[in-house]
T-cell receptor, first 115, second 113 residues
């Protein structure tokens, strides 16, 4: 079974500063990778996903993530954050398999953007 | 507009009562999911359904039940057997299972009094 680790439970950052939210996974087979964002008291919304091809994936709201197979990582980055980016961010992994449901979410990282 | 609706937004229950949370989607998605969210624990899968009239247990199915009689609807019943039901419940749907984006509803916050 796969698992997802998000090393930082909380990340405070000043407005217009860069940010990186870390995600590592473990799996014995190939995976698909996702980042979701959750604003307070709302459901989750997809930011970006990696299925295959280029390891650098660009998503909505200026976010991007890079898949690193050797380090089993999929870190999320944004060069300049805005107050409106304050939210909780979840990394998720799905195994390349042909049966069942194997979508696993990480515990989340709460990003707080300070003025 | 297509999307997922969950109702009610807030739900209060007395101990020993069963309650049913509604989830409806008009995205024509085959797969639907129920997750439970607790602070600091991310999302945990309760049940999922790949097609109508079929559903499978997730990681924390004990004390919960579901039905999938229509493609659009996937209600979740929290039974009195669920020891600690106070949580935020999220419903999601996707076209397929592994590569497709999951679309989430706004959630239902259940509180046991």
């Amino acid at each position: 079974a796969q698992s997802v680790t998000q090393l930082d439970s909380q990340v405070p950052v000043f407005e217009e500063a860069p940010v990186e939210l870390r995600c590592n996974y473990s799996s014995s087979v190939s995976v698909y990778l996702f980042w979701y964002v959750q604003y307070p008291n709302q459901g989750l919304q997809l930011l970006l996903k990696y299925l295959s091809g280029s390891t650098l994936v660009k998503g909505i709201n200026g976010f991007e993530a890079e898949f690193n197979k050797s380090q089993t990582s999929f870190h999320l980055r944004k060069p300049s954050v805005h107050i409106s980016d304050t939210a909780e961010y979840f990394c998720a992994v799905s195994q390349v398999a042909d049966y069942g449901q194997n979508f696993v979410f990480g515990p989340g990282t709460r990003l707080s953007v300070l003025p | 507009d297509g999307g997922i609706t969950q109702s009610p937004k807030y739900l209060f229950r007395k101990e020993g009562q069963n309650v049913t949370l509604s989830c409806e989607q008009n995205l024509n998605h085959d797969a639907m999911y129920w997750y439970r969210q607790d602070p600091g624990q991310g999302l945990r899968l309760i049940y999922y359904s790949q097609i109508v009239n079929d559903f499978q247990k997730g990681d924390i199915a004990e004390g919960y039940s579901v039905s999938r009689e229509k493609k659009e609807s996937f209600p979740l019943t929290v039974t009195s057997a669920q020891k600690n039901p106070t949580a935020f419940y999220l419903c999601a749907s996707s076209k397929g299972m592994r590569t497709d984006t999951q679309y989430f509803g706004p959630g239902t916050r259940l509180t046991v009094l």
